[in-house]
Each structure stands twice: as C-alpha cells, then as structure tokens.
C-alpha cells in the first residue's frame, strides 16, 4: 500500500498551511542550497522554488511513490529516495526545511542536532512536525488498534508521542538557541467521515498496511465509529478538527 500521495493531497489546502506560515518566517534571501527532508509530493518544495527560484533544491523522501508525484510537478529538483534515519548529506545546506515529516523518523534527541551538522554556517533550520499524539484521533486509533483480534499484530507498531515538548526540543537544539512556538489549527472539515479520510493518509497507513485484507473493513469500521464519536458532524454539514504543531526555527551562527 505505501503512502498515497492521492489520498494525502485530499487534504491539499489544510496541510499546506502550517507550511505557508512555517516558510513565512524563514530570513534567509539567497539560499545556495535547500533540503527538504520528507517532501513528500512535491507540492511544498515547489513553494521553496518559487520563493528561491535560484536555490539548488534536493528533495528526500522514503517513498517512490510520493518521489515519482514529486519530480513531475517540479522537474528541476533534484529528488533522492531514502531513509531519513540513513541518509548522509553530500554538503552543507543553507536551509535544512521539513514540513509535517520528521515525527516518522525515531530519537529525536540523536536526529535534531544531526540535522544542525548538515547546515553551514549561517544556514536555517526551519521544522514544523504534528504536536497532536495524545489528540482524541490518535487515542480512537490506538483503542481501535487495540480492541480486536488484531491486536497482537497492531501493538508493537503504535507509536509514543516521537515528538518531544518545546521545552525538550528547546534542550536538545539549545546550541542553536531555537525559537519554538505551537499553533493548534482549527481544520473546518466537510464530507463523509472526514477525520478518518485525512488520517488514512498518515497515521493510519502502516496499520491498514499490517493486517490481512480480511481485517481491513473490520479495522476500519472500529475506527470510524470512534473517531465519529471524537469529531462530531455538525448540523451544518462541518466536523471540526482541531490539530496542533510544532514549529521550530534557528539559525546555526
Ligand atoms: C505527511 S507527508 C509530508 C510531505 C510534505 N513534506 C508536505 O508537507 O506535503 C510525510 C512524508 O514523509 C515521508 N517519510 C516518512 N518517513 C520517512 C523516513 N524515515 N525517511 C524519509 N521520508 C519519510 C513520507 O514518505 C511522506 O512523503
């Protein structure tokens, strides 16, 4: 199954936001080189290029499928598949950005300051990453996860909050004196289960992919009806979501 970039860009507008606001507050004019970790699609790294548009961008990603979306909406990116967990920069960027991608990746406390060491000098590292695991859709898909004869296999592949407090990540990041802010997004959802739709795109994607095609609908229904009864549509056709995130700048002097 892998990730789908369709299913993820069903929430295209949303999931750019943070982005916008996150590129908003980047200081840097003429950036010779740009990596976006865990671009995903594409469609983030294009908004690097058209702000930067003499920028060597390289975009890395885990999946070919995400890659493949990527490199026909922006050709003149460079994308490179691989695990971010492995994966050994060639040279020292100017800035290190990823949007809504590195609560996939585990150890933070390794990863943050790995990411410091692929800047040069004056170089910007600028993070934004879901802040929301205790939110009542992640607690729906653990209860699900852990409620039916698919539990043993579902277990060892939930996964604890990967994504430490600001003041944690202020801690981890403090050589670089970071300035970290949280901003809860209030997403206005509409159509047929909503909240189970955005988080098969994400959160939900390796556990579907776990079970047996005969679990699948069982799993899914579970999950449905909790996450109904979490985000409630209302009379007016809407389900709200609120979504928190973390965002972390700094500039490596
Ligand atoms: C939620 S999407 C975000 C995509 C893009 N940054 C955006 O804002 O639209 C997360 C991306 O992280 C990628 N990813 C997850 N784990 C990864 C890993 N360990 N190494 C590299 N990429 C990873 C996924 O393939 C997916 O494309």
Redesign the pocket.
Known sequence: MG?SPDQ?LKFAAP?LRP?LDLLARIDLEQPGLIY??????G??TALLASRWPQARIVG????SA?LDRAAKLLPQAEWVL????Q?QPSEAADLVF????LH??DDHARFLPWLVRALAPGGVLALQMPANFTAPSHRSLFAAALSGPWQDLLRPLLRENPVGSPEDNWAILAEVRPEIWETTYLHALTGEDPVLEWIMG?SLRPLLEALPEGWQGDFLAVCRNLLAKAYPRRANGVTLFPFRRQFILAKKI
């Open positions: 990730w993820y999931r982005a976006d970790l865990g671009c995903g699609a469609n983030v890395v990603d885990s999946s995400m691989a695990d971010l967990a994966w990823s949007n809504a991608a996939w990746v994400t």
